[in-house]
């Protein structure tokens, strides 16, 4: 777990525990605001774009692909364009 995730938790915490000026006042704002939701997800570890990672390669790898085929065109048309007119 990240460092700075827990500090932001304790952070969020304290501010929500701030804000409100009674007990019942701070229960209802926990509630309404989903601070304990969002605490507990801040404690634990971040998410991990494992299935993000093949697809960018797939579209990194198709897109050079149409980029190296349109520029194979493009070169073939000047070198037509020179030596035919």
């Known amino acids: 777990m990240s460092g700075s ?3 932001a938790a ?3 915490a304290k501010a929500a525990l701030a804000e409100a000026g009674g007990r019942k006042q ?3 704002g926990f509630i309404a605001n989903s ?3 969002r605490v507990a997800a ?4 971040p998410p991990r774009p ?3 990672l093949p697809g960018g390669f797939l ?4 897109g050079t692909t149409i980029a190296a085929v349109q520029a194979t065109l493009a070169f073939y048309r000047l070198i ?5 007119g």
Do not use: C, P, Y
Request: net charge neutral.
């Open 35 to 37: 601070v304990s939701a």
């Open 42 to 45: 801040l404690h634990e570890a």
């Open 80 to 84: 037509h364009w020179l030596w035919l």
């Open 10 to 12: 304790q952070a969020l």
């Open 26 to 28: 701070a229960a209802l």
């Open 5 to 7: 995730r827990a500090l």
């Open 59 to 62: 579209i990194l790898g198709v």
């Open 50 to 52: 494992d299935r993000l």
